[in-house]
C-alpha cells in the first residue's frame, strides 16, 4: 500500500461542467501525476508535479489544469468536461530513493 | 524522449503453458525499465524492473524479465502460467522524462 488515495472513485458529469479530481499521498512524497487509461492506449500522462505549485504538462494536457498547494495534495480539475474526457485517471507518486512509480486506486469519470 | 512498444496487444495461452510478452524501448538516453500488472477492475501494481546489473530481473509472482540493450527490448516470462495471471501487463520506461508505458498486453489464460 502505497498510502495513495483517489476521491471521488466513480464520478457521472455532464458536457460543459467543472470537475475536480483529488489524490492524497500520505508520505509527503515530491513527485505527483496524474495520468489517463483508455483501451488500446495504455496510461498517458496528463501532468505532473514536482513540489508544491511547480507542476509542468504531460503527453495530454489539454483541457485539464492542476494545482499542488500541499504537498499531500494533488489536484486535476476539467474546467468544462467533454466527452472525449471519459477515462479512468490514476494518480502516482514517485518514491524519493526510487525509480518506479505507485499508483493510486482510480477515479472512473464518465462525462454524458 | 522515450518510447514504447508492446508488440501484442492480446495474448492467449493455455494453463501451464509458458509465456512471452514481448517489450521494445527507444531512447537516446539510458533507461530504467518496468513491467506493471492490472488486474480486472484495480490499480498498476509494479511486477518487476530493471535498473542496471544483472540483465535477468526476477518479479514478484514467478515473472521474469531480460534487458537486451543491443536489441533495446525487455521481454517477460513465465514458465508456468496460471489462471491468476490473467491480467493486462504494461511495459514502461523513464530517462530523461517521466515515466512512458506501452499500450499493454492483456493476457488470457485459458482453463
Known amino acids: 500500500d502505497a498510502g495513495i488515495t483517489q476521491s471521488p472513485r466513480h464520478k457521472v458529469t455532464e458536457t460543459g461542467t467543472p470537475v475536480t479530481l483529488r489524490c492524497h499521498q500520505t508520505?509527503?512524497?515530491?513527485?505527483m501525476y496524474w495520468y489517463r487509461q483508455d483501451p488500446g492506449h495504455g496510461l498517458r500522462l496528463i501532468h505532473y508535479s514536482y513540489g508544491v505549485k511547480d507542476t509542468d504538462k504531460g503527453e495530454v494536457s489539454d483541457g485539464y489544469s492542476v494545482s499542488r498547494s500541499k504537498t499531500e495534495d494533488f489536484l486535476l480539475t476539467l474546467e468544462s468536461a467533454t466527452s472525449s474526457q471519459t477515462s479512468v485517471y490514476f494518480c502516482?507518486?514517485?518514491?524519493?530513493?526510487?525509480?518506479?512509480?505507485?499508483f493510486g486506486p482510480g477515479t472512473r469519470l464518465t462525462v454524458t | 524522449a522515450q518510447s514504447v512498444t508492446q508488440l501484442d496487444s492480446q495474448v492467449p495461452v493455455f494453463e501451464e503453458a509458458p509465456v512471452e510478452l514481448r517489450c521494445n524501448y527507444s531512447s537516446s538516453v539510458s533507461v530504467y525499465l518496468f513491467w506493471y500488472v492490472q488486474y480486472p477492475n484495480q490499480g498498476l501494481q509494479l511486477l518487476l524492473k530493471?535498473?542496471?546489473?544483472?540483465?535477468l530481473v526476477k518479479g514478484i509472482n514467478g515473472f521474469e524479465a531480460e534487458f537486451n540493450k543491443s536489441q533495446t527490448s525487455f521481454h517477460l516470462r513465465k514458465p508456468s502460467v496460471h489462471i491468476s495471471d490473467t491480467a493486462e501487463y504494461f511495459c514502461a520506461v523513464v530517462g530523461n522524462t517521466p515515466l512512458v508505458f506501452g499500450k499493454g498486453t492483456r493476457l488470457s489464460v485459458i482453463a
Open positions: 502516482a507518486i514517485l518514491p524519493g530513493q526510487g525509480y518506479e512509480q505507485y
Open positions: 508520505e509527503n512524497h515530491r513527485y
Open positions: 530493471y535498473l542496471s546489473g544483472s540483465t
